[in-house]
């Protein structure tokens, strides 16, 4: 658990890629953690494995979401540990990243690793105006004016027809 990892922010070209080496699970032996064990085991049932999975997936992210500062950023995340790769470690990752951990990308050697990162970061350096990229990446305000009264009429047709089941 590096100190790198909390409280350092990287402006825009300075942070583009985070390597994850190893997955960031806290001293088990310290007495504190101990106590706060025994009670989520004996008040929560909560296993002593699955807190500790838990946590340092947590960690994990916070630490790889240095890379994003924001919603128009862009980054590499390098998940540099094959254990990444099972369902018992992805799952407890935020569904953000689950998005993007695709098996196409996952369990790459370092070539194609680097091959796919140069990939990425040419594709994103490429300048663009912003005016060009509404409707894309960003929504006008007009188009979620749009979006919110089709979810408000497919939310009143949806009760409409369970009005109706229930009818019958």
Same mark, same amino acid.
């Given at each position: 658990?590096?100190?790198?990892?909390?409280?350092?922010?990287?402006?825009?070209?300075?942070?583009?890629?985070?390597?994850?080496?190893?997955? &960031?699970?806290?001293?088990?032996?310290?007495?504190?953690?101990?106590?706060?064990?025994?009670?989520?085991? !004996?008040?929560?049932?909560? +296993?002593?494995? $699955?807190?500790?999975?838990?946590?340092?997936? +947590?960690?994990?992210?916070?630490?790889?979401?240095?890379?994003?500062?924001? =919603?128009?950023?862009?980054?590499? #995340?390098?998940?540099?540990? =094959?254990?990444?790769?099972?369902?018992? %470690?992805?799952?407890?990752? &935020? %569904?953000?990243?689950?998005?993007?951990? =695709?098996?196409?990308?996952?369990?790459?050697?370092?070539?194609?690793?680097?091959?796919?990162? =140069?990939?990425?970061? %040419?594709? #994103?350096?490429? &300048?663009? +105006?912003?005016?060009?990229?509404?409707?894309?990446?960003?929504?006008?305000?007009?188009?979620?004016?749009?979006?919110?009264?089709?979810? !408000?009429?497919? $939310?009143?047709?949806?009760?409409? +027809?369970?009005?109706?089941?229930?009818?019958?």
């Amino acid at each position: 658990r590096g100190k790198v990892s909390e409280g350092i922010d990287f402006d825009h070209q300075y942070g583009r890629a985070v390597v994850m080496f190893g997955i &960031p699970y806290v001293y088990t032996q310290s007495r504190i953690l101990k106590a706060r064990l025994d009670y989520l085991r !004996v008040h929560y049932h909560i +296993r002593e494995n $699955d807190f500790l999975t838990f946590d340092a997936m +947590r960690h994990a992210a916070q630490c790889v979401g240095r890379a994003l500062r924001g =919603k128009t950023d862009y980054g590499v #995340m390098v998940f540099a540990d =094959k254990r990444f790769s099972r369902m018992d %470690k992805r799952g407890k990752l &935020p %569904k953000w990243i689950q998005d993007h951990l =695709k098996d196409s990308v996952s369990n790459l050697s370092v070539e194609e690793a680097v091959q796919c990162c =140069k990939r990425f970061l %040419k594709q #994103m350096a490429q &300048p663009f +105006r912003q005016e060009d990229q509404l409707g894309l990446s960003l929504l006008t305000t007009q188009q979620v004016a749009q979006q919110e009264s089709k979810r !408000v009429q497919t $939310d009143s047709l949806n009760a409409g +027809r369970v009005e109706c089941m229930e009818a019958d």
